[in-house]
């Protein structure tokens, strides 16, 4: 695997050579400069100065004797200089002074004396020592400043988390409210509707003819269907938001269970059921029988028009999904991102009665136990359902 660029500036420093003499400041650039050091040059102490406003410096080397300001005049000045207060610097003097000489340089912070002629090694070792220093205090400094700036994204991240997660706790409490007026308010009137029409029907059939009969039959059907859609919608919300409760699941008995349901209530039903042994999972189990009963109804409803069907539920041996298959009435895959939309069907409510609720709730359950699901199907050949419950057993779904 290919290393990630490093798009960060390489790290300069600096260093500035302070001699009268021309042939001095040339033949000490040339031992000095270097792959990440650059040289600044100044001929007296005055244009020390200047350079010291425009820049910082890992070192100074300054020669002592200069016409005019001389080395210890402008070490002094420079000290006082915010910027440029404890930037080290080596004096360069002549190989004859007193300790007295050396003792003033020291006075003024010098870090080191080297004296005339000067080996270039030597020269290039000393300076290297702060160089090195100054470098890694730049390093240090862009860390920091990298740590600053992602502190500052932390933060800000927080900060946004901290308002979605109010935004979803005021959206919760709107739903809460919406949920409970579905559940009073809209019943009630639904619950006249349904009874009214029921007594309208049961007391005063002989003034109705056959068409207001059957009409007040319809009106008694949508009234009993739209309690259905309103339970199914309660039902979503509240696998949706009910507190979980995780522990060890035996998928293998609850699809057995609901499968032993579906063939008593049809019993004349031919369905070839194929349940894998110890489909042990995590999770919470209320909530999981609710996705194998949705699954596993679907999959008995769908195969309802062939005379004979095989139902399975396994786990896929390469990625560990669990899955629930059927040889019914399948689907075209064309239409396979409606699967997972509230009241979208892919079949016509004549051809297989249901509300397009059923795998909205299946999706948002497997979604809160961390897993992923996807339905792969084939007109008249069957569906299967794959799904992960994030505990770790399963890898990704595969691609369909
Ligand atoms: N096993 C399956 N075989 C073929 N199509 C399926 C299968 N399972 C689901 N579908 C398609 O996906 C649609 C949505 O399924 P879903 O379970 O949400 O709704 P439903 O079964 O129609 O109604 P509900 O579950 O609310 O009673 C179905 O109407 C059907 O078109
Ligand atoms: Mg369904």
């Not at 609901?258 to 039903?269: G, K, V």
């Not at 999981?288 to 195969?303: G, I, S």
């Not at 809160?368 to 505990?391: C, K, M, N, W, Y």
Request: hydrophobic share 45%.
């Amino acid at each position: 695997m290919s290393r990630p660029e490093n798009h960060e500036p390489p790290i300069v420093v600096q260093v500035l050579l302070v001699d009268d003499n021309a042939a001095n400041l040339v033949a000490m650039s040339a031992a000095i400069e270097g792959a990440g050091t650059r040289v600044v040059t100044a001929a007296s102490g005055d244009e020390a100065l200047v350079c010291l406003l425009n820049g910082e410096f890992a070192a100074i080397l300054m020669d002592v004797q200069m016409p005019g300001m001389d080395g210890f005049e402008t070490a002094a000045l420079i000290r006082g200089r915010p910027r440029a207060k404890h930037t080290p610097i080596i004096f360069l003097t002549a190989i004859n002074q007193s300790e007295e000489h050396a003792a003033r340089g020291y006075a003024l912070g010098a870090v080191d004396y080297v004296f005339k002629p000067v080996a270039v090694e030597t020269l290039r070792a000393k300076v290297a020592v702060f160089v090195d220093l100054a470098r890694s205090r730049a390093l240090l400094e862009r860390q920091a400043e990298a740590l600053r700036e992602a502190n500052h994204s932390l933060r800000v991240t927080a900060d946004a988390l901290r308002l979605a997660n109010a935004a979803a706790a005021f959206a919760n409490h709107e739903l809460e409210m919406f949920n409970s007026a579905v559940a009073h308010d809209l019943r009630a009137p639904l619950r006249s509707i349904h009874g009214f029409s029921a007594a309208l029907l049961l007391n005063h059939a002989n003034q109705l003819d056959s068409v207001g009969r059957e009409d007040l039959g319809r009106v008694m059907a949508a009234a009993v269907r739209m309690g259905q859609l309103i339970d199914d919608l309660l039902g979503l919300s509240h696998c949706t938001r009910s507190q979980m409760r995780f522990r060890s699941v035996d998928l293998t008995e609850i699809a057995s269970e609901c499968l032993t349901q579906l063939q008593s209530a049809s019993p004349e039903r031919c369905v070839d059921i194929r349940v894998a042994p110890g489909l042990m999972t995590q999770g919470d189990p209320r909530l999981l029988r609710v996705v194998m009963e949705n699954l596993l109804r679907n999959a008995w409803k769908f195969t309802a028009h062939h005379p004979k069907a095989v139902i399975e539920v396994g786990k896929e041996r390469g990625t560990g999904a669990f899955f629930v298959r059927d040889d019914g009435a399948g689907f075209d895959m064309a239409y396979a991102n409606k699967l997972f939309m509230a009241f979208q069907r892919l079949h016509r409510l004549d051809e297989f009665e249901g509300n397009g609720i059923g795998l909205i709730t299946v999706k948002r359950i497997v979604e809160r136990h961390g897993g992923r699901i996807r339905g792969v199907g084939v007109p008249e050949q069957g569906a299967t359902f794959f799904f992960t419950l994030g505990d770790g057993s399963t890898k990704e779904l595969s691609p369909v």
